[in-house]
């Protein structure tokens, strides 16, 4: 891919980016693209202006494509799919409407948030599409999400480009650090908006310690799954047994977690008082024990 940059350089980009966000297979992600375009092709601040520009023009073009296409198209498909189970098309229209309306007026700032989260690119064009946001909120907010989206690697590999090798060797590992970011800018934002709906009556405490404790049983899960996808069947007993009474304290945790949020989902749906001491000491004491896990045990475990 390398090579094909160097001669080709423009062209290999730009189809690159178009391709990939209208859903067709590309080699390499776009991100990877344009930060090798910055290392080798771009050797000057206007030169790396224009190629912004230009790139940025791209992106927006060809997501506006696929989000027309889903809008016209692909609503009359939803629409269709949704008449199988029942026949009234006026009400199929006002369900997708009130779809549109719980993004609170918000159209352009959700399409920009959505389009800078990696993986979810396309389907934040698609989804939009669907619902029928319209079409200037859609560019409203697709736009400086484009910019922003194309300025980050190709400034990198300008700025770095005696490194470049080095990133991309780390691509697979940088862009988990992004989802993982990104997600967790979701679940604080939901947690915000519960919070902010619920105001500050009793559940509310109780909403925030639901979300985070689900959102820390969420990670422990993920961390069990990958100990035991990758741990060796024949492990010495010196690493074994730390590694299994490691499982287990986590696995007692997550259990602890998921009790307390069910306690507090109940207590939610039935109106119930402030949370008492005992209870809020043992849900910050489990959660102590998870960044604990994180922080000190996990990293003796780096290499399950």
């Known amino acids: 891919m390398q090579g094909l940059i160097e001669h080709y350089g423009l062209l290999v980009v730009v ?13 390499v992600p776009g991100e990877i693209a344009l930060l090798l375009y910055g290392s080798q092709v771009v050797h000057s601040v206007p030169a790396l202006i224009g190629a912004l520009a230009l ?14 296409l889903s809008r016209t198209g692909g609503n009359r498909l939803l629409l269709r799919l949704m008449c199988r189970f029942h026949s009234n098309h006026q009400q199929h229209e006002e369900t997708i409407a009130r779809w549109r309306a719980r993004l609170g007026g918000r159209d352009s700032l959700v399409v920009f948030v959505t389009r800078l989260i990696p993986m979810a690119r ?72 519960l919070i902010r709906r619920a105001g500050w009556q009793p559940e509310t ?14 990670g422990i899960g993920a961390r069990l799954l990958l100990v035991v996808l990758f741990t060796q069947p024949q492990m010495p007993s010196a690493v074994a047994v730390p ?13 602890g977690l998921v009790w307390i949020a069910a306690h507090d989902l109940r207590a939610i749906r039935m109106g119930g008082h402030r949370i008492g001491t005992l209870s809020g000491l043992a849900w910050a004491s489990l959660m102590l024990t998870v960044l604990a896990s994180v922080t000190v045990m996990a990293p003796q475990h780096a290499a399950l």
Do not use: N
């Not at 736009?143 to 991309?168: E, K, N």
């Not at 405490?205 to 969420?218: D, E, H, P, W």
């Not at 499982?247 to 945790?253: M, N």
């Open 205 to 218: 405490l109780r909403r925030f310690r639901l979300i985070l404790g689900l959102a820390a049983v969420y």
């Open 15 to 27: 189809l690159i980016i178009y391709c990939g966000e209208i859903g067709l297979p590309t080699l």
């Open 55 to 68: 790139f940025a023009f791209v992106d927006i073009l060809a997501t506006s494509t696929i989000h027309i």
């Open 243 to 255: 590694t299994l009474a490691w499982v287990g304290v986590l696995s007692g945790v997550a259990l």
């Open 122 to 193: 396309l389907y934040a064009s698609i989804t939009t599409g669907l619902i029928r946001i319209r079409l200037r909120d859609f560019a409203m907010g697709a736009a400086p999400a484009a910019v922003v989206w194309a300025s980050i690697p190709l400034t990198l590999g300008y700025i770095l480009r005696d490194q470049v090798g080095m990133v991309t060797s780390q691509y697979d590992v940088l862009i988990k650090g992004v989802i993982a970011f990104s997600v967790i800018s979701v679940v604080v934002a939901v947690a915000m908006w």
